[in-house]
């Protein structure tokens, strides 16, 4: 089965004060380019959807063999970006969307939903302490439905409408729910 990672990496960061994807972490890795290189360990093809004007976090993630495509209208918010990565990655067997400030997440865990999704799951994601975390996956059959996205909710909307087809896996790692919007966020457990 043919999954493609889609790396959302195109948020404008206004709670963090900077920009947070270029961040480095406590081992000098940028917080965005962590992200990508979890995903990546997993998933052959990963496509990041940037903001306009983000050259280094492109040059980044090309050099670490992403393929990369800038939204013209990310300001819109994180469905509209989605969208945009979606159609960047065409025909697939499934889509497997992570965020890039969350480099927290261990790739097993990745490669448990990118396994479960393969296994026939339409929408699957990881969840911790019963809370639902990512990256999430989605069958191919949502691939007209994650095109349609538009604003700021992202999939939100679409993982309500079909909660039924979501199934969760219990993991025993907290990067699925740990995203970095504020500096405080680096440190926190």
């Known amino acids: 089965m043919k999954i493609v990672g889609i790396l959302l990496a195109a948020g404008s960061a206004t709670r963090f004060g900077s920009d947070k994807l270029l961040h ?4 000098g890795v940028p917080i965005a380019l962590q992200a990508a290189r979890n995903l990546k360990k997993e998933i052959e093809r990963v ?17 670490e063999g992403l393929e990369t495509v800038v939204c013209e209208r990310a300001d819109e918010g994180m469905g509209t970006s989605l969208a945009c990565a979606v159609r960047a990655a065409g025909e697939t ?29 339409p929408i699957v994601a990881p969840a911790w302490r019963g809370e639902r975390g990512h990256p999430v996956g989605f069958a191919a059959r949502f691939r007209d439905d994650l095109e349609r996205l538009a604003g700021d909710a992202g999939a939100r909307e679409l993982l309500q409408a079909q909660t039924a087809a ?24």
Do not use: N
């Open 24 to 27: 480095p972490l406590p081992r």
């Open 47 to 63: 496509v990041a959807v940037l903001r306009p004007g983000a050259t280094e976090l492109q040059r980044l993630f090309s050099e």
């Open 93 to 121: 067997d499934g889509y497997l969307v992570a965020l890039a400030d969350m480099p927290f997440i261990r790739p097993a865990t990745i490669r448990a939903v990118a396994e479960q999704l393969a296994a026939g799951a």
């Open 166 to 189: 979501l199934e969760l896996i219990e993991c025993q790692d907290p990067g699925v729910v740990r995203d970095v919007d504020t500096p405080a966020d680096l440190t926190a457990r």
